[in-house]
């Protein structure tokens, strides 16, 4: 148990659709990241918060994209008119508390098929 | 820019002998280096980390790093592979301390065979 609970785990949605992925550490972490990954290959950086400021973005977090973490604690990933694309694993991690140099902890994921 | 290369999109290896799956850097400061696991349909495990110190570390289910400054590298090692050791592995990267997130290499696939 890492200590990231994601949900949900698997999501199947219809092209156009909206969804929203949730990420809840158990305890207080300030750094909290998103990340996908798409069939075979590795994670990529999405999106970054420290605290309930959002830090960093990748250019991969289209405008379709947002996510938010408005009390610094639990983390929300939206997807707006979702596309084939966009079916991928996205992933959650947290960063080991008050280490610079910590290891990223990661939640199981939750997958997106979009049909 | 930091990156991360794996060469080798899978390793077979027989139970019993040594495995080493191949990682390669690249940074503009000091790297701070990762391997990770991931079974099927699950996120991500931490095994070992290089920060400083000594350059083979050591670290989860008997694996092991070496760090290689002149060669850029970071192998990951054991010396006697399990067939339960059969997974996904992926090194990653990051340039220095601080925020910035990890970069992932694409994966290696490890197969051990009994």
């Known amino acids: 148990d890492t200590g990231v609970s994601q949900n949900p785990r698997h999501k199947i949605t219809k092209r156009g659709q909206n969804v929203t992925f949730r990420c809840d550490p158990i305890?207080?972490?300030?750094?909290l990241y998103w990340y996908r990954q798409t069939l075979g290959q590795g994670p990529e950086f999405l999106t970054y918060f420290q605290n309930e400021a959002q830090l960093e973005k990748s250019r991969l977090l289209s405008d379709r994209f947002s996510a938010e973490r408005p009390k610094g604690s639990f983390s929300t990933l939206e997807i707006q008119r979702t596309e084939q694309g966009d079916s991928a694993m996205y992933l959650c991690?947290?960063?080991?508390?008050?280490?610079?140099?910590?290891?990223?902890?990661f939640g199981e994921g939750s997958r997106l098929t979009v049909l | 820019a930091q990156s991360v290369a794996q060469p080798e999109d899978q390793v077979n290896v027989a139970e019993g002998n040594p495995l080493t799956v191949k990682c390669t850097y690249s940074v503009s400061g000091n790297p701070y280096l990762f391997w990770y696991v991931q079974y099927p349909n699950r996120g991500l495990q931490f095994l070992l980390k290089y920060i400083t110190g000594d350059n083979l570390v050591k670290g989860s289910y008997g694996f092991e790093a070496e760090f290689n400054k002149s060669q850029t590298s970071f192998h990951l090692k054991k010396p006697s592979a399990l067939v339960s050791d059969s997974a996904l592995y992926f090194c990653?990267?990051?340039?220095?301390?601080?925020?910035?997130?990890?970069?992932f290499g694409s994966g290696t696939r490890l197969q051990v065979q009994p």
């Open positions: 991690a947290i960063l080991e508390a008050g280490a610079n140099t910590g290891e990223l902890f």
């Open positions: 990653a990267v990051r340039d220095g301390p601080g925020r910035r997130a990890l970069t």
């Open positions: 305890s207080e972490h300030n750094r």
